[in-house]
């Protein structure tokens, strides 16, 4: 190995020591070979390195620029972190103890396909890749085809909670076979966030089962950060409530049922002021959200699935709609509406608004679970809903007390079709069904926005409804398309010549 990283690979595998900056450089020397890989030194790759350092792993790093892996070594990494640098993949190849496991922190899509083309030919049968990037499911199962057929394990790891999770604790949503995810086991539990001593990871299943759940995941964080949106505007329009009433009133939620990490953070980001103004923060930030696609592909994949979940799709277009910024300024002065405020004091309203968000998001997580366990059905992954809602009890973005009650509900019953069907939340959606409906009739007489909110209500609505009016649709279909129709009295499809009836 080049001296430049300060390597000296040994494929005697000393006992470790601790290590020490090389005086030449700052670098780390380390004379031990690693028991893991990580190329990729991103924010999340360096966050995650630290993490496995942390918890006493001999660890490799490599990114494609040299310098940045220098950089890292010379300014994050301290003894007793067991951390050497590669200049090169064949390098870090070269410092890794057989089986090798490298995980790839780079860029979701071309990026990762390019990386693991650089690194098949360096590796040897029964070696491990790992991406543990926001990886979509369908390239993940491509991909773990194609490294099996190189006599390569590969494990699509669905990691959650952003650089704060990566560097502290994150949930883990690993997917594989038994034998390639086993060598990574060890690691990726030991980095995973812990709940009551039990840390927040999972093999859910085989190729892109990890990678899916992770998506969904991510789905059901896009309606839960926009409902608590919708809640906001509810708030700051429709009561006229001050940043710090807002603060209050969710600083109190946090301490009850809709006790989570996004309420937590939404509760402290009202309190903030922006040093340069001195305005509450979020005031001076402008409204268009970002979104870097894995909502998109969740409602993708319902659509394929044949998976109704319209919370997380009023979500997504919500973000879609938001980034119209200066159509909507024009719009504002050409369309004319409603645009009052819900009637009567904030005292009568904030419960209601509780309730009704706590509804809401139930109906959410009772969409994206439904559509974990159609994806379980057509890819014949053995997806356990009630592991999956234990493993996002911390360290994700959706981590909540709530999951704690989805957990135990799949515990309960184990077909359980649909969360809404549990005794203990129908229940709370029945005590909570009087304050939904007055909410949502109040935001639609104010004008006030609140698409995710009223499309987890209709989801409910229409769940619980023994009779749609899907027949007259069917009727339709048949009447311009002779697409058939079922009857109620008897089997069979028919079709009718309408013109003759």
Not at 65 to 88: H, I, M, N, S
Not at 460 to 478: E, F, G, K, V, W
Request: aromatic residues 6%; glycine residues 10%; charged residues 20%.
């Amino acid at each position: 190995m080049p001296a430049a990283l300060g390597l000296t690979p040994s494929r005697s595998a000393p006992p470790p020591r601790a290590l020490e900056p090389a005086a030449s450089d700052g670098l780390i020397d380390m004379t031990e070979q690693s028991e893991i890989g990580l190329t990729g030194l991103g924010t999340m790759g360096q966050s995650l390195a630290l993490n496995i350092a942390d918890h006493g792993f001999a660890l490799a790093v490599h990114n494609r620029t040299a310098d940045k892996t220098k950089a890292f070594l010379a300014e994050r990494v301290a003894p007793p972190q067991r951390v050497a640098g590669a200049a090169t993949l064949a390098e870090l190849v070269g410092q890794l103890q057989r089986p090798r496991a490298i995980i790839s922190m780079v860029p979701a899509g071309p990026a990762t396909d390019a990386q693991i083309e650089a690194l098949a030919p360096l590796l040897e049968p029964g070696d491990v890749i790992v991406d543990a990037g926001n990886a979509h499911y369908l390239d993940t199962m491509r991909r773990e085809r194609q490294a099996r057929e190189r006599g390569l394990g590969f494990v699509g790891a669905g990691v959650s909670g952003g650089e704060e999770g990566a560097r502290h604790g994150p949930s883990i949503m690993a997917g594989g076979t038994k034998e390639a995810v086993g060598r990574v086991a060890p690691v990726l539990a030991a980095i995973a966030a812990k709940v009551d001593g039990e840390p927040c990871y999972a093999h859910l299943g085989p190729n892109g089962a990890g990678h899916f759940v992770k998506m969904v995941h991510n789905g059901i964080e896009y309606a839960d950060m926009q409902l608590i949106a919708e809640i906001y505007a509810l708030m700051k329009r429709g009561l006229g409530l001050d940043h710090g009433a807002m603060q209050a009133a969710f600083a109190g939620w946090n301490k009850g049922e809709l006790d989570s990490y996004l309420i937590e953070i939404t509760a402290d980001i009202m309190g903030k002021r922006d040093p340069e103004t001195g305005q509450p923060m979020v005031e001076v930030i402008r409204d268009a959200a970002g979104q870097k696609g894995t909502g998109g592909w969740t409602v993708a994949s319902a659509l394929e699935l044949g998976v109704a979940i319209p919370s997380i799709v009023a979500a997504v277009e919500a973000r879609t709609l938001s980034a119209l910024k200066a159509e909507r300024e024009h719009a504002a002065l050409r369309l004319s509406g409603a645009a009052g405020r819900l009637g009567g004091p904030a005292e009568r309203w904030l419960p209601a608004l509780e309730a009704a968000l706590l509804a809401a998001k139930i109906g959410a997580y009772a969409q994206g679970f439904a559509l974990i366990d159609a994806a379980a059905k057509a890819y014949d992954w053995p997806l356990d809903r009630a592991k999956i809602a234990r493993i996002w009890r911390g360290g994700c973005i959706i981590r909540a007390r709530l999951l704690r009650q989805i957990a135990a509900a799949y515990e309960r019953d184990a077909g359980l079709a649909n969360l809404l069907l549990d005794p203990a939340f129908g229940q709370t959606l029945e005590r909570a069904d009087q304050s939904w409906r007055e909410v949502a009739a109040g935001a639609l007489l104010a004008g006030i926005p609140v698409p995710a909110l009223t499309a987890a209500l209709t989801y409910y609505d229409s769940y619980r409804s023994a009779s749609l009016p899907a027949n007259l649709i069917q009727a339709q279909r048949d009447y311009f398309g002779a697409h058939t129709y079922e009857r109620i009295d008897r089997e069979g499809r028919f079709h009718s010549d309408w013109a003759k009836l």
